[in-house]
């Protein structure tokens, strides 16, 4: 049985991007050490790997209950926006970059 799954996200400056995904994306830091650190929002966790692990340019799919809400939310706090909110047949989405050029594909239910 599979317990969870985390993405790993290569960073080269782990105390930046910290402060980017708290700051910026709400997301928590539970520990952090040297080289790697584990977060978490709303009971998802996402690790940063500071230059030893995977690749820059990762992308990954986040999907929210209020994507309106989450949108207003990460442009309030300064995110690059990559792609503003778009509306496919598949979710209303919008597409973020952190400062490692991993891009977050932000989506709720389509209208």
């Not at 209950?65 to 990559?82: L, S």
């Not at 509306?87 to 891009?103: K, L």
Request: aromatic share 10%; charged share 25%; with cysteine.
């Amino acid at each position: 049985m599979i317990e969870n799954i985390i993405p790993i996200l290569r960073v080269e400056n782990l105390s930046a991007s910290l402060d980017y995904y708290n700051k910026v994306l709400g997301f928590a830091t539970n520990w952090s050490g040297d080289d790697f650190a584990g977060l978490s929002r709303d009971g998802w966790r996402l690790y940063l790997c500071e230059g030893d692990q995977g690749q820059s340019s990762v992308w990954l799919w986040i999907g929210v209950e209020d994507v309106d809400q989450m949108y207003r939310e990460c442009r309030a706090n300064g995110a690059v926006i990559k792609s503003e909110m778009t509306n496919n047949e598949w979710a209303r989405e919008f597409q973020i970059e952190d400062p490692d050029g991993h891009v977050l594909r932000i989506g709720g239910e389509p209208k």
